[in-house]
């Protein structure tokens, strides 16, 4: 079955650029979403279409991808961006799949 | 705005049947595709299923076909995710969403499914 790879874990300082990848056979041919997941509470869309931003998302959220890889950008991470962060695309049957998610730290 | 809400908390012995339901507070409901989406205790997400409740039109993800049936009732915005038989590896959150412009754009608050003998 069609896998997205994400690293479990990853801290950055508050201020810094925090970079999510996620890695996939279909990324260059299928729209990517990331989606931010706090403890206790649903998850929410960052980004969708790739870099599109929803609305009352902030702008220091930001997507892009190169290919099979693409990555969810946080530009001067603040302590409440710590949460869980999922992308999400298609495999070539159209079939959605979550990647493994990724802990993101603010030390 | 439209919110998706879900039922409450279950718990359910193995072998006992179970249906939950999301209910949208708008009839636009129709016109987007509804999914299903698990998350087993402390670990990430899992796309189960989608359904388009204007013609009931569903589409399940492979690990999860006959598994599981998704329905809906147009009629009263309300979409089910059901379990004729239930596993203690069921245990989960399970989360509705609706589907809009590629992505999963508005999510339920969840329903918790504790099955345990």
């Known amino acids: 079955s069609y896998e997205l790879t994400q690293p479990p874990s990853m801290s950055v300082s508050p201020g810094q650029t925090a970079k999510i990848t996620c890695s996939g056979d279909e990324l260059p041919n299928k729209f990517t979403n990331w989606y931010q997941q706090k403890p206790g509470q649903a998850p929410i869309l960052v980004i969708y279409?790739?870099?599109e931003r929803p609305s009352g998302i902030p702008e220091r959220f930001s997507g892009s991808g190169s290919g099979t890889t693409v990555t969810l950008t946080i530009s001067g991470v603040q302590a409440e961006d710590a949460a869980d962060y999922y992308c999400q695309s298609a495999d070539s049957s159209d079939t959605w799949v979550f990647g493994g998610g990724t802990e993101l730290t603010v030390l | 705005e439209v919110q998706l809400v879900q039922s409450g908390p279950e718990v359910k012995k193995p072998g006992e049947s179970l249906k939950i339901s999301c209910k949208a507070s708008e009839h636009s409901f129709t016109s987007y595709w509804i999914g299903w989406v698990r998350q087993m205790p402390g670990k990430g997400l899992e796309y189960m299923g989608i359904i388009y409740p204007a013609d009931s039109d569903t589409k399940y993800s492979p690990p999860f076909q006959g598994q599981v049936s998704i329905s809906a009732d147009k009629s009263i915005t309300t979409v089910y995710l059901q379990w004729s038989s239930l596993k203690a590896s069921d245990t989960a959150m399970y989360y509705c969403?609706?589907?809009?412009?590629?992505?999963?754009?508005?999510w339920g608050q969840g329903t918790m499914v504790t099955v345990s003998s």
């Open positions: 279409k790739d870099s």
């Open positions: 969403a609706r589907f809009d412009e590629y992505s999963f754009d508005l």
